[in-house]
């Protein structure tokens, strides 16, 4: 007898329609699947068939065939198990056929007849609505996550008893589905806050500009001085996530499994800090399976670079296309994926290889060494960079102060306000935040009156800028205004956006 069931595929992100077709027929007691699989999707025979026996149901000695269409698909993972058990099912004629229809399916099983959760479950319940599926039935534990995308009833189920009760009376199961998650744009909870910071007061006005407009934020000084505090305080001030921002963040973490433990969408940013030996696919993406890397895992949220110049020249010149496209594209023999990277970089550094350039007094290193060290980081990705900021040396005084430190939450409600601008100045167009504006944009959003070009002019000469950090300079600018409530851009807002890009210049270009 022939049975058809409903699956889907996640190929990176994205995931696409699988129909597992089973056949069983007289004939030599054989189980071949087909369709190429990977050894996984093949051992699912062994997995389905124990566990049916397992709870009771006597496989005959037959001829079964599995075949997992389209072919041109290649299909890995154990998430093809529950439809692979129900098209057996069905083809034995323990569940009629009629019943199965419009039903999307995916779950691991184990020997005992157990579901286990599966990856990108998000992304599957997105596809079954659609394509205008009545249920969709997935893992027990995966069933929140699925719930998240909305528009279709997501069941989740336990055992392969329960996929037969389910598949027999859909209906009833369907009332009982996993409601959705309501979303609160609420404020996640940090055990950091700015608080704690003391001193190092133009650094924290460095990273309060960058949180407003999503700005590229590097850190430059010596040991101890607080540069890692400060950045793994930045997601305390970032903005409240929204549903948007919520759902593409969850859809790469889903595709990684990352969403397993019974959540629903994600609340808070991410922040991923990977260590100074990550590799360039690791960072971007790729692998035998194509799976998202660190910088899409950290897409809407940080990407925290500690110590920038021990990390690899080919990692740091992976950045440089996704910081201008915001998206990675892999492209492989078997495809084409395309990965988020809307995500704001912050980097730390220091200046010399032992950390004390330019204090002479301290810094043992020959010019020689601190150029070597310093030419790690490349002129274009400085470019992309908008914000540089110099963390100086911390004063006795300031270390064991209790001065009345500016919170997280102080900070975070000027961000807010300023990305609440921004907002709805860009209503309707493809950008959200100042970094976010090209050349044209630049002109019509960020005009400059006559004094304004004056002091551009004379930063372009002086600190002979690329056209890239010109407009860079424009567009901190135009967040320093909004910060202040300025509707235009006023001379102050240039001159400490151009104090910005001058840091880098003094230790680049030794002055």
């Not at 590799?279 to 910088?295: C, T, V």
Request: charged content about 25%.
């Amino acid at each position: 007898m022939f049975s058809t069931i409903l699956s889907a595929a996640v190929l990176g992100i994205e995931a696409y329609p699988v129909e597992v077709e089973a056949d069983i027929s007289e004939g030599l007691p054989m189980f071949s699947m087909v369709g190429d699989l990977s050894p996984e999707v093949k051992e699912a025979a062994e997995r389905v068939r124990t566990a049916l026996r397992n709870t009771g149901i006597a496989f005959p000695a037959r001829r079964v065939t599995v075949n997992l269409s389209p072919a041109h698909i290649r299909k890995e993972g154990t998430r093809y198990d529950l439809p692979v058990a129900a098209a057996l099912l069905t083809a034995l004629g323990i569940v009629p056929q009629e019943a199965v229809k419009g039903i999307l399916m995916v779950g691991e099983i184990g020997l005992n007849g157990q579901l286990r959760p599966v990856s990108g479950v998000l992304q599957t319940v997105m596809l079954a609505r659609k394509l205008r599926c009545g249920l969709c039935l997935v893992p027990k534990e995966n069933a929140r996550e699925g719930a998240a995308a909305a528009g279709v009833p997501v069941v989740g189920i336990r055992n392969l008893e329960e996929l037969m009760a389910c598949l027999m009376n859909p209906e009833e199961y369907a009332a009982k589905a996993e409601p959705a998650p309501e979303w609160k744009a609420c404020q996640p909870l940090y055990q950091e806050d700015f608080r704690e910071i003391n001193g190092q007061q133009g650094v924290r006005r460095a990273a309060e500009i960058a949180a407003a407009g999503m700005h590229n934020f590097l850190m430059i000084g010596s040991p101890g001085a607080g540069k890692s505090m400060i950045a793994r305080r930045m997601p305390t001030i970032l903005p409240r996530l929204t549903l948007e921002e919520s759902l593409e963040i969850s859809r790469v973490y889903s595709a990684c499994g990352l969403l397993i433990n019974g959540e629903g969408l994600a609340v808070s940013r991410p922040f991923r800090a990977p260590h100074h030996t990550v590799s360039a696919n690791a960072l971007a993406g790729g692998g035998r399976k194509i799976m998202p890397g660190e910088i899409s895992l950290a897409t809407r949220g940080i990407l925290f670079l500690d110590e920038l110049p021990e990390f690899s020249g080919n990692a740091l010149e992976v950045l440089r296309q996704p910081m201008e496209e915001g998206r990675i594209v892999i492209s492989r023999t078997n495809g084409r994926y395309v990965f988020p990277a809307h995500f704001q970089l912050v980097a730390a550094m220091n200046p010399c290889k032992c950390g004390y350039y330019p204090d002479r007094t301290r810094c043992r290193c020959l010019p020689g060494e601190i150029g070597r060290y310093l030419r790690r980081i490349s002129r274009p990705l400085l470019d992309r960079i908008d914000i540089c900021a110099e963390t100086p040396r911390i004063e006795y005084r300031e270390l064991t102060g209790k001065g009345n430190n500016e919170s997280s939450a102080a900070i975070r409600s000027r961000v807010e306000a300023a990305r609440k601008t921004q907002e709805k100045r860009y209503r309707g167009l493809k950008w959200s935040f100042n970094s976010e504006l090209n050349t044209a944009a630049i002109r019509q959003f960020c005009p400059l009156g006559s004094q304004e070009k004056k002091v551009m002019e004379y930063a372009f000469e002086r600190l002979d800028l690329s056209a890239r950090a010109y407009h860079r300079i424009i567009k901190v600018a135009r967040t320093i205004a909004d910060l202040e409530g300025e509707p235009r851009i006023r001379e102050p807002h240039l001159l400490e956006a151009v104090g910005y890009r001058s840091v880098d210049r003094k230790f680049w270009n030794g002055e």
